[in-house]
C-alpha cells in the first residue's frame, strides 16, 4: 500500500486504503469534520478557509524555474514574495498557469519547462498544500500557442475546420495531449468551441473551428478525446459562446442580443463535450442577454448553474476565463473590485479562480464572504471536492512527475509534424482562379510581399523549395510612397503573392486594400492570401484568392505546395464570407475549388498533383488514379470492405480498438466509429454471411473471431484455422457470397471455403515466397483469387492454381502501401494504393 503527504503545512498525514487520496490533512485550526463517505471528503472537510481558496485559485508565476529569482520585481508586485515556490507556498496554489511573459523559457524549451513542471510539483508537495497542482496552459494551436518550436506547431482551428475532418481534429487534439502531457502540463484551456458567426469578431475569428454548429461540435469533440485519451485535461470555452461578439472581453464588455433558438446553435458544441465527457468548462466574459441581460457568464448564476449544471447537465469542472479582463470591470452602473469579482464567480457556479488580479484581495473578500454568510464553507467544499476528484481520476495525484528525460522524443517528433503538415495542406482553400491562373509554372518569377515580418520570408523560401524564383518584400501596411516602390520592384515578375490580414484599425485596413489595388492596376496576375480570416477577399477580385487560415510556417508551406501545383487544394469554407457592404455572401460556407474540376467541390486528383493519401484506379491499365484524396491519419491502419453493401468498397481506418468506417472514396470524416477486439488484435475485412456487407473478424494466432454487423460486443463465431505464424488472406473462393480463409506458408497457399476448422478445400503453388500477396475478383466472376506484387508491378492469376500470371500491369510505385476493391462497383476488384511522407 502506498501513503502520500497531505497538507503538510497544517498538520498530520493519515494513510487511506485503496490507494486513492491516500492520507487526510488535519489542520491545527480547522472545523470538525463532518460525516464523510471517503478520502477526499474527510481531506476537505479539515482544510481551512484559506486551504479552500487556495486550490480554487489558479495563477500565473513569474520565472523560469522553482526557484527563479529573476523576476523578483513582478513576484513582488503581485504576490509579495520573490520565486514561483514562494508563491506556491503561500498561497497552496491549486493551479499554475504558465505564460511566455511570465514564463520566458517555455516559448522554444521544453525541456526547461519540464523542469519547472517538475519543480512546481515538489514545492507543492513538500511546502505548499501537499497536493499536486494542475499545471496549466493557453495551447490551442495557431495563433494562441504559449510553447512555440520546437513543440509541434499547428495551423490553428480554422485551419482544421476547413478539412471537416473529426480524424485530423482528434489527431490534432492528441497531439497537443502527448506534447503538453511530456512536459508537465495536466491542463490544455483548449479547444475554442466557439462557433463565430460574426465576421467582425475581434478576439475569436480563426481560434474558431468555423460557423457550422455541427462541424464545430464534431471536430470540438474529437479534439477534447485526442487530447483527455493522452490524460491531459480539456477545457471548451467559451461558455455560452464567444463566436457572435464584435468586442473583445480582454478590453471591453460584449453584450449578445440574440434569442434563445439562436442561443441554442451556439450551445451545441458544449453539450456534445459535455456528452463526450469534457473535464472542464471555462467561462465567457460575454452578457447574453435571453439567459442573463445584467451579467456577464463568468458572473452568473442563471448562466453557470441553472444552465450549464442544471439544463446541461455539467458534472466538471467550471473554471472562470481569466479574471484581470477589463470585460468585468465594465459592468453597467456595477462597478466591481477584484475581491467582488471574485465572490461573485463562485456565487455564480465556477469551481475555479483563473488569474485573480489581486490574489491576496481575493482570499480576503472570500473569507469575509464566508464570515458573512454569502458563501457557505458547504460551497467552498463543493468546488475543491470536484478539483480533488479531477485530480485522483486522472491520475494527476498518483504521479504529477514526468520523465525529462524523454521530452525530445515526444515534443516535435517526425509523426506530430505530419500531422500538422497534413491539416495544413487539406485545409488551404482555393476561392478564386481566373483564367487557371493557379498552379504557376516550375521558374515563374515570383514577387513575394504583404503583411508578415516572418512570413513573408518563409513563404518566400517555401515557394522557392518547390521550384519557384522569389523576390521577397515585406509591406504590412505601406503608406503610399511605399505602395509606389512596392508596385516598380513588382515589375517583371510572372506573380504576385500578397498576403493580407485583417488588422486593428480602419488606417490599417485601408492600407492594404490600397496596396492589393495597386497590385492589380500592374496587369501581374495577383494571388491574395488572407493569412488569418478568410474575410478579407472581400476587398478585391485579383487573379486568384487563396485562404490559409493563419500564417504559421506548416501553413505557409502548404501554400507553396499548393500555388505551385505540388498538392491539390482541397479545403473548404468553415464559415460563410460576407459581401464587402455586408449586405450579402461573397462564398457559401463549404465553397472550395480544386484544380481539376474548378467546381465547388474538390474532385478527384492524379497522383502527381496529390503528395500524400490514397490513390485508386479502377481497371488494370496503369496511368493515373481514379479517385485521390486523404482519409485519416498516416499512421493509421488502413481497411478494405463493402461497409453499406452498396457494391463499393471505400476505406476504413483503425486505430487501436477503434474503427472509423467511411462509405465513399472522398475522403471527409467517417461516417460511424465503433471499438471491437483488442488493440493488439490481427483484423481481417470479409461478408462472413452472405449479406453483401463486410464486417471484421479479429485474429489471434489461429483463432478467429468473426463479426457480422459493425458494432462492438462479442462475436459471432470463433474458428481455428490454420498455424498461428501462417500469412491469411480473406476471399470468396467459391463463389458462393461468402468469405472465407486461406492461409499462405511461403508459395503454398490453403483454401477453405467454409468458417470452420479442419484441412483445406483447395492447395496449391502460386508466384514466389518472397512476394506481397493480394486478394480480389479480378475478372468479375463472383470468384477472388490472387496477385502477387514485385515492386511496382501486379502478376494476376484468375483461378485458384499455379501457372503463369493472365494479366501483368505496373501501378503506383514501388513504396507504396497497396489495398485492394471494388472502388466503382462494377463487380471487378482493382488497386488502391496509399502514400504517406
Do not use: C
Not at 117 to 144: C, H, K, M, Y
Amino acid at each position: 500500500m502506498s501513503t502520500k503527504h497531505v497538507g503538510a503545512k497544517a498538520g498530520a498525514a493519515t494513510t487511506l486504503a485503496a490507494g486513492l487520496l491516500l492520507a487526510a490533512t488535519v489542520p491545527a485550526a480547522g472545523t470538525s469534520a463532518p460525516d464523510s463517505t471517503g478520502p477526499i471528503d474527510q481531506i476537505v472537510s479539515n482544510m481551512t478557509i484559506d486551504e479552500l481558496i487556495g486550490q480554487m485559485t489558479w495563477t500565473f508565476v513569474y520565472g523560469n524555474s522553482a526557484t527563479d529569482d529573476s523576476m523578483a520585481t513582478e513576484n513582488q508586485a503581485r504576490y509579495g514574495v520573490d520565486t514561483p515556490a514562494e508563491v506556491v507556498e503561500k498561497f497552496d496554489l491549486g493551479g499554475v498557469l504558465y505564460f511566455a511573459w511570465s514564463n520566458p523559457g517555455i516559448v522554444d524549451d521544453p525541456v526547461l519547462t519540464a523542469e519547472l513542471s517538475n519543480g512546481l510539483q515538489r514545492v507543492s508537495e513538500d511546502d505548499g498544500s501537499g497536493i499536486p497542482l494542475a499545471v496549466t496552459i493557453d495551447q490551442e494551436g495557431g495563433i494562441v500557442a504559449r510553447m512555440g518550436a520546437p513543440v509541434t506547431v499547428l495551423p490553428g482551428n480554422m485551419a482544421l475546420g476547413a478539412t471537416w475532418d473529426a480524424d485530423l481534429a482528434y489527431a490534432q487534439g492528441a497531439v497537443l495531449g502527448a506534447e503538453m502531457a511530456a512536459v508537465g502540463v495536466n491542463v490544455d484551456f483548449a479547444p475554442v468551441v466557439d462557433v463565430n458567426t460574426n465576421p467582425a469578431n475581434p478576439v475569436i475569428g480563426v481560434r474558431s473551428m468555423g460557423e457550422d454548429p455541427e462541424n464545430v461540435a464534431a471536430l470540438g469533440v474529437a479534439q477534447v478525446m485526442g487530447m483527455q485519451d493522452q490524460g491531459v485535461a480539456a477545457a471548451a470555452k467559451h461558455f455560452p459562446g464567444h463566436g457572435d461578439t464584435a468586442t473583445d472581453s480582454h478590453t471591453g464588455l460584449p453584450i449578445i442580443s440574440y434569442d434563445r433558438d439562436t442561443l441554442e446553435q451556439h450551445l451545441l458544441p458544449f453539450r456534445e463535450s459535455i456528452d463526450a465527457g469534457v473535464d472542464m468548462i471555462m467561462t465567457a466574459h460575454v452578457i447574453v442577454e435571453a439567459i442573463d441581460p445584467d451579467m456577464p457568464g463568468t458572473l452568473s448564476p442563471a448562466v453557470l448553474t441553472d444552465l450549464l449544471r442544471d439544463d446541461l447537465g455539467f458534472e466538471g469542472l467550471v473554471t472562470t476565463d481569466a479574471l484581470d479582463m477589463a470585460a468585468l470591470k465594465q459592468l453597467p452602473g456595477n462597478p466591481l473590485d477584484d475581491g467582488d469579482i471574485a465572490v461573485l464567480a463562485i456565487q455564480a457556479g465556477s469551481d475555479i479562480l483563473l488569474m485573480s488580479p489581486d490574489v491576496p484581495a481575493t482570499f480576503e473578500a472570500v473569507n469575509a464572504a464566508v464570515e458573512s454568510g454569502e458563501i457557505t464553507r458547504e460551497r467552498l467544499e463543493e468546488s475543491v471536492t470536484r478539483i480533488l476528484e479531477w485530480k485522483e481520476e486522472s491520475g494527476v495525484w498518483a504521479d504529477p512527475y514526468v520523465d525529462v528525460e524523454a521530452v525530445e522524443s515526444i515534443v516535435g517528433n517526425a509523426e506530430h509534424a505530419a500531422t500538422a503538415q497534413e491539416i495544413a495542406e487539406r485545409s488551404v482553400t482555393l476561392l478564386r482562379n481566373e483564367d487557371d491562373t493557379l498552379p504557376l509554372d516550375a521558374g515563374s518569377k515570383v514577387f513575394v510581399t504583404g503583411w508578415g515580418a516572418t512570413g513573408v520570408p518563409n513563404l518566400a523560401a517555401a515557394l522557392t523549395a518547390h521550384g519557384a524564383q522569389t523576390t521577397a518584400h515585406l509591406a504590412a501596411f505601406p503608406n503610399q510612397e511605399q505602395i509606389d516602390a512596392a508596385v516598380a520592384a513588382a515589375e517583371g515578375h510572372d506573380a504576385v503573392v500578397v498576403m493580407t490580414m485583417t488588422p486593428t484599425g480602419a488606417a490599417n485596413v485601408t492600407s492594404q486594400q490600397n496596396y492589393l489595388d495597386a497590385l492589380i492596376e500592374t496587369g501581374i496576375p495577383v494571388v491574395q492570401v488572407p493569412v488569418r480570416n478568410p474575410y478579407d477577399v472581400a476587398w478585391a477580385e485579383p487573379a486568384a484568392q487563396v485562404a490559409t487560415y493563419g500564417y504559421q510556417l506548416p501553413s505557409l508551406q502548404a501554400l507553396a505546395a499548393v500555388v505551385m501545383g505540388d498538392v491539390a487544394p482541397t479545403g473548404a469554407l468553415p464559415v460563410n464570407v460576407p459581401t464587402a457592404d455586408g449586405e450579402g455572401t461573397l462564398f457559401e460556407m463549404g465553397f472550395g475549388m480544386t484544380y481539376e474540376d474548378d467546381g465547388e467541390q474538390p474532385g478527384p486528383q492524379p497522383p502527381t498533383q496529390q503528395q500524400y493519401g490514397f490513390f485508386l484506379t479502377n481497371g488494370w491499365t496503369g496511368g493515373a488514379a481514379d479517385h485521390a484524396f486523404p482519409y485519416g491519419r498516416f499512421t493509421d491502419e488502413v481497411l478494405i470492405g463493402d461497409w453499406d453493401g452498396d457494391g463499393r468498397d471505400s476505406i476504413t481506418v483503425r486505430r487501436g480498438a477503434e474503427f472509423h468506417v467511411n462509405n465513399r472514396t472522398t475522403g471527409g470524416p467517417a461516417e460511424s466509429t465503433f471499438v471491437y477486439g483488442r488493440p493488439g488484435d490481427v483484423v481481417l475485412v470479409g461478408d462472413w454471411d452472405g449479406d453483401g456487407t463486410d464486417t471484421l473478424a479479429v485474429r489471434r494466432g489461429a483463432e478467429y473471431h468473426v463479426k457480422n454487423s459493425l458494432v462492438g460486443g462479442p462475436a459471432d463465431q470463433v474458428v481455428v484455422y490454420g498455424r498461428a505464424g501462417d500469412e491469411v488472406l480473406v476471399g470468396d473462393w467459391d463463389g458462393n457470397g461468402k468469405d472465407t480463409f486461406a492461409v499462405r506458408r511461403g508459395a503454398e497457399i490453403h483454401v477453405t471455403n467454409t468458417l470452420r476448422a479442419g484441412a483445406a478445400d483447395e492447395g496449391f503453388v502460386y508466384g514466389r515466397a518472397g512476394d506481397q500477396m493480394l486478394a480480389g475478383d479480378w475478372n468479375g466472376d463472383g470468384e477472388d483469387t490472387f496477385a502477387v506484387r514485385r515492386g511496382h508491378v501486379y502478376h494476376v492469376s484468375n483461378w485458384l492454381r499455379g501457372g503463369p500470371a493472365e494479366k501483368v500491369v505496373a501501378y503506383g510505385r514501388p513504396g507504396d502501401e497497396v489495398f485492394v476493391g471494388d472502388w466503382d462497383g462494377d463487380g471487378t476488384d482493382s488497386l488502391g494504393v496509399r502514400r504517406t511522407p
